[in-house]
């Protein structure tokens, strides 16, 4: 796997990747791994890095160069992914993402000692900006996830207080029903 840096995308289309590789990475599979099913895939992840990281010292110059990082970058994207896929956490979700960023960095900055002087700068800058835009699209993805779950919050806790409100109209064991109705349907203990 290859990972080449994209300086002249759309926005729209990074923020549309990352919302695909967010959206495309499974939770579900976190609760069915054992531990012993995720060391198994570390382990072959860390050997097909050794015999891919090998295979570069057949190459040369920056080819040898660029081989390395690419063998870097998909041992490092892998073990994030293997991570997400083990916890399901959202965290780990998160650090996939950076780990691609980081990752197209590292060989896009290295493609581009094949060029010199200002040619070399503007591959280097662009090369960070793509992976610097790709690391603020996901933390606003992260933003708008957390604005997403407060926003439901502040409506559950306002339609629990207007139902509270209308038992107040309501004595005993009717008040008592309503009121434990409201907070069984708003989550309120």
């Excluded at 990352?18 to 050997?47: G, T, Y």
């Excluded at 083990?86 to 900055?109: C, P």
């Excluded at 960070?128 to 606003?140: G, P, S, Y």
Aim: net charge positive.
């Amino acid at each position: 796997m290859k990972f080449h840096a994209t300086p002249k995308s759309s926005v729209f289309q990074r923020s549309a990747l990352v919302s695909l590789l967010l959206a495309a990475l499974p939770l579900s599979s976190a609760w069915a791994m054992s531990k012993a099913e995720n060391a198994d895939a570390r382990s072959r992840i860390e050997s097909s890095y050794k015999s891919e990281r090998a295979a570069c010292n057949a190459m040369a110059h920056n080819a040898k160069d660029i081989c390395i990082e690419e063998a870097k970058a998909k041992e490092k994207v892998a073990l994030a992914e293997q991570e997400f896929a083990f916890t399901g956490t959202l965290s780990d979700q998160r650090k996939v993402g950076v780990a691609k960023a980081e990752s197209a960095y590292a060989v896009a900055k290295e493609r581009c000692d094949d060029k010199s002087g200002n040619d070399k700068d503007v591959c280097v800058k662009e090369a960070k900006a793509v992976e610097t835009k790709a690391l603020a699209d996901l933390t606003l993805a992260k933003k708008v996830g957390e604005a997403v779950t407060e926003a439901k919050d502040d409506k559950r806790d306002a339609n629990y207080k207007v139902a509270a409100e209308k038992c107040d109209a309501m004595a005993g064991t009717a008040k008592d029903n309503c009121v434990a109705e409201a907070k069984l349907k708003y989550g309120k203990s």
